[in-house]
């Protein structure tokens, strides 16, 4: 009797749906804001995400952090997604947030 052999089970797809980013081909990726964290004295804002158990942080040198932050906090309040672009793909670093239809 001959012994099957078993299928390979398919690769983890992150639920998130991603987009390429067009200057340096690092990926958007949709999430939903589940808490924002802001102490006062830290240098980031961290932020986490339904879709991610990591917490990503946001640079308060960042020259875009405002506009971040409050985008963020829209999407948190309306409980909607946001596409986010983080410096590097293993990256926690989030460098730019977009609003998502």
């Known amino acids: 009797m ?3 052999r078993r299928r390979s089970k398919a690769r983890y797809e ?5 987009s390429a980013d067009t200057a340096g081909n690092r990926p958007y990726r ?10 006062q ?3 980031a804002v961290e932020v986490a995400f ?5 917490f990503y942080t946001v ?13 963020l906090r829209d999407a948190k309040k309306e409980h909607r997604a946001v596409r986010v ?3 590097a793909p293993q990256s926690n670093t989030i460098s730019d947030v977009d609003r998502w239809a």
Do not use: G, H, Y
């Open 41 to 43: 004295q830290q240098k």
């Open 85 to 87: 672009l983080l410096d």
């Open 30 to 39: 949709l999430m939903t804001v589940a808490m924002i964290r802001e102490p």
């Open 50 to 54: 339904s879709e991610s158990a990591r």
């Open 2 to 4: 001959k012994k099957r």
């Open 59 to 71: 640079l308060r040198a960042n020259p875009k952090f405002e506009s971040i932050l409050a985008e």
């Open 14 to 18: 992150p639920l998130a749906a991603t």
